[in-house]
């Protein structure tokens, strides 16, 4: 079993920069990828942004290429969503997810890959 728990959302102002922090309760964590989604209010959730299990690759939606980075510290069992030039657009519930890849070196990008999610952290960006 893993457990995923976020940290570091809140209000910002546009423009504005957040970083997200997912730490994870698991014996191997270079045997997952990670990834980043998000929920805002009435639509669906979607992919953000995720990252391979060494960190050598990463992946992003168009909507947050050049502005959000992923990273990760297998030496702390973390991930990290670094959130820049922050928009209202980005306001949502921003969970993180793991998913177990052996292995295998790659990302996923659809959410029904991933076995294990965090709570979600709040992140609203006002205008």
């Known amino acids: 079993q893993v457990q995923l728990v976020e940290s570091g959302g809140g209000l910002v102002q546009t423009g504005g920069s957040l970083r997200l922090s997912c730490a994870a309760s698991?014996?191997?964590?270079?045997?997952?990828?990670m990834g980043w989604f998000r929920q805002a209010p009435g639509k669906e959730r979607e992919f953000v942004a995720a990252?391979?299990?060494?960190?050598?690759?990463?992946g992003f939606a168009d909507s947050v290429k050049g502005r959000f980075t992923i990273s990760r510290d297998n030496t702390k069992n973390t991930v990290y969503l670094q959130m820049n030039s922050l928009k209202p657009e980005d306001t949502a519930v921003y969970y993180c997810?793991?998913?177990?890849?052996?292995?295998?070196?790659?990302?996923?990008?659809?959410?029904?890959?991933?076995?294990?999610w965090g709570q979600g952290t709040q992140v609203t960006v006002s205008s």
């Open positions: 997810a793991a998913g177990r890849t052996g292995l295998t070196e790659g990302i996923n990008i659809l959410s029904s890959w991933y076995e294990y």
């Open positions: 990252i391979s299990r060494s960190g050598a690759t990463t």
């Open positions: 698991v014996r191997t964590f270079t045997n997952y990828n």
